[in-house]
Each structure stands twice: as structure tokens, then as C-alpha cells.
């Protein structure tokens, strides 16, 4: 929808909806009878003695297009004059319009992100399969008065189930392969079930297995065909050469021969399974024996049958054919049921694990029993009304044989998924005790890369409690650390900095520590002096002062220790009294004083109280602390 366009109504989108659909069902019969017209005029205008005109060629691709949805046709042009039944359905064939019917299906019901919510799925499914269903009507009509007209009564079934069913395929795959529109029928109990994780993991286990199963008896069957077309190729060479003389008609014969390939693969599975297949209304063939007069039509596919009286070893071994059927089943039921080797508390158990198996089984036979009596049918009248596989007895006899191998094999699939590795301990023990004397010293991290030190990083070892643990490189052992480095580093930021950048050393000369101010010993008394009186404490500023001694005067002039700033600072206004008298230099002339780093007349220099820093500056403020 445009942005000046008025929006469509909701009625009026959903009619447009189905009218799609409706249009897309008529294109998908149209294109599958359009492809098969094409091909047979093609075979018709090279032919180079056609029988009749492009009308007879339409109405036999017509016909042709009705049995390939299993319609029934019928041969009036015969030698006798008597209409015979067509009926064998060229699986094949069907692939072309039930692949198209089904994407019919899908795209019609597909959400519409411009119109969420008009498409309904049973309307999609309804529409598409009415507009199918008027071309088949259409097409039995015209071929009414062609060579192969179609029994009417085939219309219904199996015509019609075939094309609801591939569209109703298409339909449940657009709407994300969910069973919900079924289970609203369904009883209350199903419904509760469906709704359970454990129940879907189950049935599509179960669907997925069968499937295998079908397929690999469809496989095998196959095989057998090939197998017996290669021991009789002389036959089978001798009865295509004498079919038709030109290259149209055998480009023709081997056509249908490729569409009757898989009728011949499940043919050679119904004769691995046991029942075998008919020949006639009185011959039979399976691995036991082949008995009665066959009736066979000169095909080139039919020189696989074996030779006529009882089975050989040779016979026998296409029993191997079920055999890895049901070996296939229970390897995708074991793989269900143990997702995960030794992972006990997410498998199934045994119990569930032979019920899946054995519904898969039962799903093998129902698979197996669709495609046998799809795969035959009557060629004819008298003999030939019964030629194929008999399906009520090919489908018990392949959910037998999957059962009996599938269910035992499964479990034992599962038991060795589930198996635990009895000597793992003994492993994992020996590993313990030689992991510290393999993984050996550490290297030394102190040492310099440019030196040429150990730099490799140190092994895994054991943890003290016995867990396994990795050496943790913590220190850089690189060319970028090292000595040479550092110094071109700070080099290139000086200069590419234009001068603004201070010429700092590489390596920063480390701060002093502050030394704690040392305390003048007491001097020696020269002579005896007046003694001082101390009338109250003295406050200090600075570190305790070692007491004087009472009446112990130090003379000017006379040498003693420095004294320590601050010291005796004691006022009047501290104490109320007169401070004593310092030994102090102050008579002494300036100018005059001893060797260097002393006071005049000899005495120390006072200590300065600031740190210095890397470059020798004073920092005010970093006062010597004791």
C-alpha cells in the first residue's frame, strides 16, 4: 500500500486473498500439464511415423497428466477390441504436480506483512485446492474422446486426496509445521499430551525414524534392481532394442522406464521383505521360490526378475534389505533417546525407548504399504489385472521385520551411548602422578629478555588440591620492556613534542627517604656554671631535647655539639620566666667561621628540614619526620 492510496477494507483484502489463491491452484495444474503437453508433442513431432495429429498428442498427455494423481485410465485401441485398464502409476511422474501443488499451498498461506491476519490457512488451503481441482475436472473432460480417457470414478479418490494432500502439506509447512488447527478436534486427554515437550520429542523421534526406515528400504530395493538389471543386462539390452527401431521411440521407452524407477526399487523391497510381488493373476515371486506362469510384457525393466523355480542363496541374501531397515530405525531411536553420550539424566528410558521404536516400526509398515500399492496395479485384463506388490501384505511384513531387529537393537544403541568408561579412572590417575614431573621447573621471570634470561612460559601443573592448574603469565618478557627500548621511546616523545617536553631521564633516580634529625649529645662541662631555674614545662616545637645538666653553662666560643633547630624555644610569654641562655656564635665576627659545612668558629651547619627531589630541588613543604 502506497501512502496516498485509501487502505482496503477487511472483507475486501481477504477476498483478494483467496481470489489469489484460488489463481495460484490454477497455475500449478496449468504448469504440470503444460510441461508434460510440451514433452509428449516434442516426442510426437520427432517420431517419424506418427499415428495421429497433434489433437491425439494432446489428448495422450492429457491422459497422462490424470494418472500421474493416480486417476485410472483406460486403453480402448487394443488388438482385441476390448478396453483394457491402465492403472500402474509411474511414481515418478507424481513428483512434478505435487511439488507444485505443495508450493501453492505454502505460498498462499503464507502471513502477509502488509495485510497480517487476512490470510486464513483453511481458507488458503480451500481456494488452492478448488482451483486444482477445476482444471482436473476440465482435463477429465477432454480427455474423454482421446485414446486414454480417465474411469471417473478414479476422480474422487485417489485424485482428489492426492491434491488436497499435497496442498494441505503446503499449508501446514507456511504455517511453521504445527499441529494446533488439528488438535482443536482432537479430545481433551490428546490435546493435554500434544501440549508436553516429552510428547513432541517423542513423535518426532518416531516420524523421523519411520521415514529413515521407508527410505532405506526404498534404497536397498533399489539396489537389488540394479544389481539384477546388471546380471540379465543381455535381456534387458535385447528387449529395449526391440521396442522401437527409430531414436524417438526409444528416447520414449527409456523415459518411462526412468518414471517406473522407483515402482522397481519398492518392487525389489517387497521381494527382500518376504511377500515378493505379482506377475499375473497365478505367479508370484519372492525369495523363496517364483512359481506359476508369469505374464510378462516386454519391458526392459522386467528382465530383473529372477529366473523361474526355487530360490538360491543368491535369492536369499536380499533379505538384508529389511534387515538395515531395521537397524536404521533403531539408530535414529537410540539417537533420540540418549541425545548425548553418557548424559544419563537427559536419556529416555528402556521402556520408552521400545515404544518408540516399535511405533516407528508400525510407521515403517504403514510407509511401506502406501508406496506398494501405489507402485502396481492392473496392466490389463484376464492375467494382468493383478501385477505389483500386494500391499496388505508387504505392510505387516516390513513393521515386522523393523520390529523385531529395531526394538533389540535400540536398546543396545542406547546402553552404548549410555556405556561409562570403566578404566577412565586409571587414565586420569596416571596422568596425575606424571603431570609434576613432566611439566618440571619454572623459569625464572627476573630474568632480563636482553640478557638473554628463560622467557618461555612455565607448563601446567597439579593445584595443591589436586586440580589442574595453568601457569599464569603475569610478567611481559618482550623486546618493548627492555632497556634500549624505553630509552628510544622517551627519545622519539621529546622530540616530536617541538621542546615542550622536559628532558626526564629514562630511568627517574628514586626519591630519598627522609632521615629522622639526630639529637646533639651532651657536651662535656668545661668549669661549673649558675644554675638555671625551670619554673614550668617547656613547650616544643621540634623533637624532645636531651635535658642539660643543672648549673652547666657551655662558654662562647667553645666547641660543642650543633644545636637542633628549635630545640629550646621556650619564651617568656610560654613560661613566665626568662628563657635559659643558648650557646650561641652571634659574639663571633661575620664573615669568620671554620673548614666548609660548618658554622663560624668551627661549628656544624645547620640541617635543612626539606626533601630533595630527583633534581636536587628543594620541596617545601616534605618536612623531616623522626
Known amino acids: 500500500m502506497t501512502e496516498c492510496s485509501p487502505m482496503l477494507p477487511a472483507e475486501r483484502s481477504r477476498t483478494t486473498a483467496l481470489a489469489s489463491a484460488f489463481v495460484r491452484g490454477v497455475l500449478a495444474a496449468g504448469l504440470g500439464l503444460g510441461a508434460l503437453a510440451v514433452l509428449v508433442v516434442l516426442l510426437w513431432i520427432t517420431s517419424p511415423y506418427p499415428d495421429s495429429g497433434p489433437g491425439g498428442a494432446l489428448h495422450v498427455a492429457t491422459g497422462l497428466w490424470l494418472l500421474a494423481h493416480g486417476a485410472e485410465l483406460v486403453r480402448a485401441d487394443t488388438v482385441g477390441g476390448h478396453p483394457v485398464p491402465v492403472a500402474t502409476v509411474p511414481l515418478l511422474l507424481v513428483a512434478l504436480p505435487v511439488w507444485l501443488l505443495h508450493r501453492a499451498g505454502r505460498d498462499s498461506a503464507e502471513p502477509d506483512t502488509e495485510a497480517a491476519g487476512t490470510r486464513s490457512a483453511i481458507g488458503a488451503f480451500c481456494a488452492v485446492s478448488a482451483g486444482y481441482l477445476l482444471v482436473a475436472l476440465a482435463s477429465v473432460a477432454y480427455a474423454q474422446g482421446g485414446a486414454l480417457p480417465a474411469v471417473r470414478a478414479t476422480v474422487g479418490f485417489p485424485l482428489s486426496f492426492v491434491v488436497t494432500g499435497a496442498a494441505a502439506s503446503g499449508v501446514w509447512a507456511a504455517r511453521g509445521h504445527t499441529f494446533a488447527p488439528l488438535m482443536v478436534w482432537a479430545p481433551l486427554r490428546l490435546q493435554e499430551a500434544a501440549a508436553r515437550p516429552r510428547f513432541r520429542s517423542g513423535a518426532a523421534v518416531t516420524v523421523r525414524s519411520a521415514a529413515a526406515g521407508v527410505l532405506t528400504l526404498l534404497g536397498g530395493g533399489a539396489l537389488l534392481v540394479a544389481v539384477a ?184 544403541f542406547r546402553a552404548w551411548r549410555l556405556r561409562e568408561n570403566r578404566w577412565g579412572w586409571r587414565w586420569e590417575s596416571g596422568a596425575g602422578d606424571s603431570a609434576p614431573s613432566e611439566a618440571g621447573p619454572l623459569p625464572d621471570r627476573t630474568a632480563d629478555p636482553d640478557q638473554g634470561g628463560n622467557t618461555e612460559r612455565p607448563a601446567a601443573g597439579i593445584g595443591p588440591m589436586g586440580e589442574e592448574a595453568e601457569a599464569y603469565d603475569f610478567l611481559a618478557a618482550d623486546p618493548w620492556h627492555g632497556e634500549g627500548a624505553r630509552e628510544a621511546r622517551w627519545a622519539a616523545l621529546k622530540k616530536n613534542s617541538g621542546g615542550l617536553m622536559a628532558g626526564f631521564p629514562a630511568h627517574p633516580a628514586p626519591r630519598p627517604l627522609p632521615e629522622p634529625a639526630k639529637t646533639a649529645a651532651p657536651a662535656k662541662t668545661a668549669a661549673p656554671a649558675r644554675p638555671v631555674e625551670r619554673t614550668g614545662p617547656v613547650e616544643r616545637n621540634g623533637p624532645a631535647e636531651p635535658a642539660e645538666p643543672v648549673g652547666v653553662v657551655v662558654p662562647s666560643g667553645a666547641a660543642g655539639p650543633a644545636p637542633v633547630p628549635g630545640a629550646s624555644r621556650a619564651t617568656a610569654g610560654d613560661t613566665g620566666t626568662p628563657a635559659a641562655p643558648e650557646a650561641s656564635s652571634s659574639s663571633a665576627p661575620e664573615g669568620g667561621g671554620g673548614p666548609e659545612g660548618t658554622g663560624p668558629e668551627g661549628a656544624p651547619e645547620e640541617q635543612d628540614d626539606r626533601v630533595r627531589d630527583a633534581e636536587e630541588h628543594q620541596e617545601p613543604g616534605w618536612e623531616a619526620s623522626p
Open 229 to 412: 538389471l546388471a546380471w540379465h543386462s543381455g535381456a534387458a539390452r535385447e528387449s529395449f532394442l526391440g521396442l522401437a527401431g527409430d531414436w524417438s521411440g526409444r528416447i520414449s521407452v527409456l523415459l518411462l522406464a526412468a518414471a517406473l524407477v522407483p515402482n522397481a526399487a519398492m518392487w525389489g523391497a517387497a521381494y527382500g521383505l518376504g511377500p515378493g510381488f505379482s506377475l499375473g493373476s497365478a505367479s508370484t515371486a519372492n525369495p523363496l521360490a517364483f512359481t506359476g506362469p508369469p505374464a510378462l510384457p516386454d519391458f526392459p525393466l522386467l528382465a530383473a526378475v529372477p529366473s523361474h523355480g526355487a530360490g538360491t542363496g543368491a535369492n536369499w541374501a536380499a533379505v538384508a534389505i529389511p534387515v538395515v531397515a531395521g537397524l536404521t530405525v533403531a539408530r535414529f531411536v537410540s539417537r533420540g533417546a540418549a541425545p548425548a553420550p553418557d548424559a544419563r539424566e537427559e536419556a529416555w528410558s528402556q521402556g520408552r525407548t521400545a515404544l518408540v521404536a516399535g511405533l516407528a516400526a508400525l510407521g515403517t509398515g504403514v510407509g511401506a504399504a502406501v508406496l506398494a500399492a501405489a507402485s502396481g496395479g492392473p496392466m490389463g485384463n484376464g492375467a494382468l489385472a493383478e501385477f505389483g506388490p500386494v500391499w496388505w501384505l508387504v505392510g505387516p511384513a516390513a513393521a515386522g521385520w523393523t520390529a523385531v531387529i529395531g526394538v533389540p537393537a535400540a536398546l543396545l
